[in-house]
T-cell receptor
Framework: GAGVSQSPSNKVTEKGKDVELRCDPISGHTALYWYRQSLGQGLEFLIYFQGNSAPDKSGLPSDRFSAERTGGSVSTLTIQRTQQEDSAVYLC????????????FGPGTRLTVL | KQEVTQIPAALSVPEGENLVLNCSFT??????LQWFRQDPGKGLTSLLL?????REQTSGRLNASLDKSSGRSTLYIAASQPGDSATYLCAVLSYSGGGADGLTFGKGTHLIIQP
């Protein structure tokens, strides 16, 4: 596609439910990143993929968060047993390679946990 | 751990003025520095990227400079217009043990251009 797309654009869920957020990177981009933007924390890096591999998961906020990428393309970020502090905008970005080229961001998924 | 600071946090100027946004970072071991703009409720739009070996980049009315040794970057906006109103974010891509991880962002400068 022309740009990074994310779905859903908005998600409202109840505390304790699981949610899945999806990211479609720009075609041909091997690197994919997940970030979270919340009012108190600003923009924080969560995890990146080089191809289908995520070498470092230490940026994920807790073990309730997981991410995968298949076929070197689509990625999903899963949050289990959501908590109110998980409410934020989740942004995905992709780039041609891991270091050097610019990162291009999707429009984000706004997650609200009631 | 890399930290990025942006000054000022907010800025309001009349249309037509030239202005400078500042960004500083604590660790000079970076791959690149990227400036973004974010409009309310929207994602990030990449404005300029400066590689660690470069000193500046220009795009239209925007000019970004990088002084890696002192950990500073500036974004210069010439002849500001109301459409420039947005939040401007500075982000650096740093070296880690195995290479680059993700971008480290400043908290942004909220810019308002008064018509």
């Amino acid at each position: 596609g022309a740009g990074v797309s994310q779905s859903p654009s908005n998600k409202v869920t109840e505390k304790g439910k699981d949610v899945e957020l999806r990211c479609d990177p720009i075609s041909g981009h091997t690197a994919l990143y997940w970030y979270r933007q919340s009012l108190g924390q600003g923009l924080e890096f969560l995890i990146y993929f080089q191809g289908n591999s995520a070498p470092d998961k230490s940026g994920l906020p807790s073990d309730r968060f997981s991410a995968e990428r298949t076929g070197g393309s689509v990625s999903t970020l899963t949050i289990q047993r959501t908590q109110q502090e998980d409410s934020a905008v989740y942004l995905c970005a992709s780039s041609l390679a891991r270091s050097g080229p610019p990162q291009y961001f999707g429009p984000g998924t706004r997650l609200t946990v009631l | 751990k890399q930290e990025v600071t942006q000054i000022p946090a907010a800025l309001s100027v009349p249309e037509g003025e030239n202005l400078v946004l500042n960004c500083s970072f604590t660790d000079s071991a970076i791959y690149n520095l990227q400036w973004f703009r974010q409009d309310p409720g929207k994602g990030l739009t990449s404005l300029l990227l400066i590689q660690s070996s470069q000193r500046e980049q220009t795009s239209g009315r925007l000019n970004a400079s990088l002084d890696k040794s002192s950990g500073r970057s500036t974004l210069y906006i010439a002849a500001s217009q109301p459409g420039d109103s947005a939040t401007y974010l500075c982000a650096v891509l740093s070296y880690s043990g195995g290479g680059a991880d993700g971008l480290t962002f400043g908290k942004g400068t909220h810019l308002i251009i008064q018509p």
